[in-house]
């Protein structure tokens, strides 16, 4: 098994959360298109459990998302807005500074939080 860095070792999707983000759901090239049903796939046999961040659920409930994305994602178990502790805040900081290296912060805020909430609840080291 390949090591993490810090000494981690890699875990099995099966074993733990793994994260979706809402483009998933309505994919329009190849290969994404391919991978995105197989993930889905795994979910629908119960070999993989997928979340949705509640910044997710967010976007779903936006009035231009298609119904058959809204249907699918409402099959699946979301977090929720949590109050976060002051190592998180910088965690999550952390991550949307990188997300955003020149570009708008505001644009890269929820994919900032998706990202931090599949390392906190998806079990991955972070």
């Given amino acids: 098994m390949k090591r993490y860095k810090e000494g ?3 875990i099995h999707p099966s074993r733990t959360n793994s994260f979706l983000d809402t ?9 994404e298109d391919q991978v995105a049903q197989t993930i889905l796939d795994l979910h ?3 070999i993989v459990q997928l979340l949705l961040s ?3 659920q967010k976007e779903i409930e936006h009035p231009n998302t298609p ?3 809204k249907q699918r994602a409402s099959e699946m178990i979301f977090t929720i807005d949590a109050p976060l502790n002051i190592d998180e805040v910088t965690q999550q900081a952390r ?22 909430e599949a390392g906190k609840y998806g079990g991955y080291p972070r």
């Fill in 8 to 10: 981690y070792g890699y």
């Fill in 23 to 31: 483009c998933a759901f309505d994919p329009k090239y190849a290969p």
């Fill in 44 to 46: 629908d046999k119960a």
């Fill in 54 to 56: 509640h910044t997710n």
């Fill in 67 to 69: 119904n058959r994305v």
């Fill in 95 to 116: 991550i949307h500074s990188v997300l955003t290296g020149n570009g708008n912060p505001e644009k890269y805020r929820a994919d900032a939080t998706h990202v931090f």
